[in-house]
């Protein structure tokens, strides 16, 4: 009668998932947030000096960022409420799929988010985006697992503070460096049409740190609790 | 089954043995220590000193041991946005519940089947407390850790609990049992006792 | 305040010492004068930095697996002196640059990196003023000091790869390996010093940290 790691995790996910569904309300905040930061940004530079094209990298990545950071905090403020995250952990369910099965969920949320903002820019700021299209999406993933690995991790302690929201993103907005950096510089230069070995370098990095980082939260998380 | 002894300064040096077919009964002032003492048997919490064991294994080292105990607490542990039904399925998901009747069979035993596909948050907090306790059951534990069952519930949904509580004990379960309602607690108590600053007593 | 002990009269004597020795007895450089010399506070500072970081690292693994207390007071006290050390490498850095590059700041790998250790630092220390609940805050703490140890080097990475890749006017390096005899005894001494100033810092700290949880009722009980 065990449950396994998989099972578990694709379950909770899923219960995530529904909820999110049900509700829709930090999906729509995250996503209209994505919209107006896209376009406020436009209007934070001087067209005439800087083309949008060199802009929009660096416009797209730093929005990826906070309305990935809005929607963490949802993941283990739903569990708060009622002590839901209490029949969890005495359930037979191992520790590591309450981690995996709620950074899946977040993954798709951020990946949803993502769909909205990455058009976005791209019309807003006129990129030809042609070919590039599959890399950036790639990119886009890798990120968002790096992101969700790391945001959840540090969502499920910061939801048992005081200070909940805004500790969040102090804690993790250095770790996110490593993600956002080769994300930014491999769009930037994928829209340049540089050659590819440049993008090669980040796209390693970006690699690293996604199987190291999900690994290591992976393992660390059952060590926040109390046994 | 379930053998559990000092702990923080919160619990004192509490030394318990509960075998099979007994019903615990602990009553105590608010602050006593009832609910943290429960905690520490649920495993959410580590004691300072000495450890919980169920049927000799430890609690937080083992899954399987985990999936026979249930737990009752006095926040109602529903996720609000889903229905009654699939909060429970989740459970029974998450203790590895693999009989598809079991979360209709334990909703029907506390009388919600009928508001079971209802969005828990629409639901009264009585018919919210029936959910909770269809939740804790779902599985069929050995060993239930019962924090204020009671509350909330009208004279049906009480007698449906002391049903449950009959039927755990008839299959040779154990339960802990912590209420303010000392009538429900007396009846379906096999043992009672009483806790204050911590400390434990046992009534003769 | 009790009575020093041996160890902080060392650290404060040999911090004067090799001060003394900076200031009176070291050669100017011929390039970059005076202030030079802020080589001799800036480099060990800095690897007093990294080594509290290494320190709340360790412990923090060792914290986990033991679930000792004083563990978890000994990580709390090196990041204290850690991010004390890391502010005076900020400090030191751009006071260095100004008079030496004509900017206060550039975004040298060394110096980027120090910052972001700074970041970790503060959203360490940050985290443990967040929680109140003695054990989930040692616990906790433990989980960041060892996933920051983990960044440092992505952080690293990542830096290194940028300027690889966007090739800046070669700076003058200051502290190159060619250094005379003279200010490199000079700047081991420094080294030596600071360490010894770390581990009283720490002491002390420590102390305090002791007889602080000692007083509160039940803190960790």
């Known amino acids: ?227 | 089954m379930c053998r559990a002894f000092g702990a923080r300064t919160i619990v004192d040096g509490v030394d318990l043995l509960v075998g099979p077919a007994e019903c615990l009964a602990i009553f105590g002032p608010n602050g006593a220590g009832k609910t943290t003492l429960l905690r520490l048997l649920a495993g959410l919490l580590r004691p300072t000193a000495g450890a919980i064991t169920i049927g000799g294994e430890k609690l937080s080292r083992s899954p399987l041991a985990r999936s026979r105990v249930g737990i009752i607490s006095h926040h109602h542990m529903l996720y609000e946005a889903l229905t009654g039904r699939e909060n429970v399925q989740f459970a029974a998901q998450m203790h590895g519940v693999e009989d598809s009747n079991a979360v209709s069979r334990s909703l029907e035993r506390m009388g919600a089947l009928e508001f079971a596909d209802v969005p828990v948050r629409a639901l009264s907090r009585g018919m919210q407390q029936r959910v909770t306790i269809a939740r804790a059951l779902v599985h069929d534990p050995d060993v239930l850790l019962a924090d204020e069952p009671y509350t909330a519930l009208d004279e049906a949904g009480t007698r449906a609990v002391a049903a449950r509580f009959s039927a755990i004990r008839g299959s040779g379960g154990s339960i802990v049992l912590v209420t303010h309602n000392a009538e429900e607690g007396s009846a379906a108590a096999t043992r009672t006792a009483r806790m204050e600053n911590g400390r434990f007593f046992e009534a003769a | 305040m009790n009575r020093p002990t041996p160890l902080t009269l060392a650290a404060i004597v040999a911090v004067l010492a090799a001060t003394a020795r900076a200031i009176f007895f070291t050669p100017l450089e011929a390039v970059q004068g005076p202030a030079q010399k802020i080589l001799y506070v800036h480099a060990p500072a800095a690897w007093v930095a990294f080594l509290a970081f290494g320190v709340v690292a360790l412990v923090s693994i060792v914290y986990l697996w033991l679930r000792d207390d004083r563990l978890d007071r000994i990580a709390e006290s090196s990041a204290e002196v850690g991010v004390v050390f890391t502010t005076v490498v900020l400090i030191t850095g751009p006071l260095w640059g100004k008079p030496v590059w004509g900017t206060y700041w550039t975004w040298d790998a060394r110096l980027t990196l120090t910052l972001f250790l700074w970041f970790v630092y503060v959203g360490y220390l940050l985290l443990r003023g967040a929680v109140e609940d003695p054990a989930m805050r040692a616990r906790y703490s433990a989980v960041l000091g060892i996933l920051g140890a983990l960044l440092i080097p992505f952080i690293h990475l990542s830096v290194y790869l940028f300027r690889t890749l966007h090739p800046l006017p070669v700076l003058m390096k200051p502290g190159a390996p060619s250094m005379p005899r003279e200010m490199l005894i000079t700047l081991l001494a420094a080294f030596a010093a600071f360490t010894l100033l770390y581990a009283a810092l720490l002491r002390t700290r420590y102390r305090y940290a002791v007889e602080r949880d000692a007083m509160t009722p039940g803190g960790f009980a």
């Not at chain 1, 905040?29 to 990298?57: E, K, M």
């Not at chain 1, 409420?81 to 950074?103: H, M, N, Q, W």
């Not at chain 1, 599959?134 to 503070?161: E, I, K, P, R």
Request: glycine share 8%; charged share 10%; with cysteine.
């Open chain 1, 1 to 227: 009668m065990g449950v396994g790691l998989a099972g578990a995790t694709w379950a909770i996910a899923r219960k995530d998932l529904l909820i999110e569904l049900r509700t829709r309300t930090t999906f729509i905040a995250a996503g209209v947030f994505a919209l107006l930061g896209v376009s406020i940004f436009y209007f934070a530079w001087d067209p005439t000096a800087i083309p949008a094209v060199d802009l929009a990298p660096g416009v797209l990545w730093v929005i990826f960022t906070f309305s990935g950071l809005l929607g963490l905090h949802r993941s283990f403020g739903l569990e708060q409420e009622s002590r839901a995250i209490d029949a969890l952990v005495t359930s037979a369910a191992p520790r590591e799929s309450i981690f995996l099965g709620k950074a899946l969920a977040n993954l798709v949320f951020v990946l949803a988010v993502q769909a909205i903002a990455i058009p976005a820019v791209a019309l807003m700021y006129n990129l030809p985006l042609g070919g590039t299209v599959l890399a950036l999406a790639g990119f886009a993933v890798l990120a968002s697992v790096g992101l969700v690995a790391v945001g959840t991790l540090f969502s499920a302690m910061a939801v048992n503070t005081r200070m909940a929201e805004l500790l969040l993103p102090v804690l993790a907005l250095p770790f996110f460096v490593p993600i956002v950096m080769p994300a930014a510089q491999a769009t930037a230069k994928l829209l340049a049409g540089r050659p590819a070995d440049e993008i090669y370098s980040w796209l390693k990095l970006l690699l690293a740190f996604d199987l190291v980082f999900v690994f290591a939260c992976t393992m660390i998380y059952p060590w926040t609790f109390e046994e």
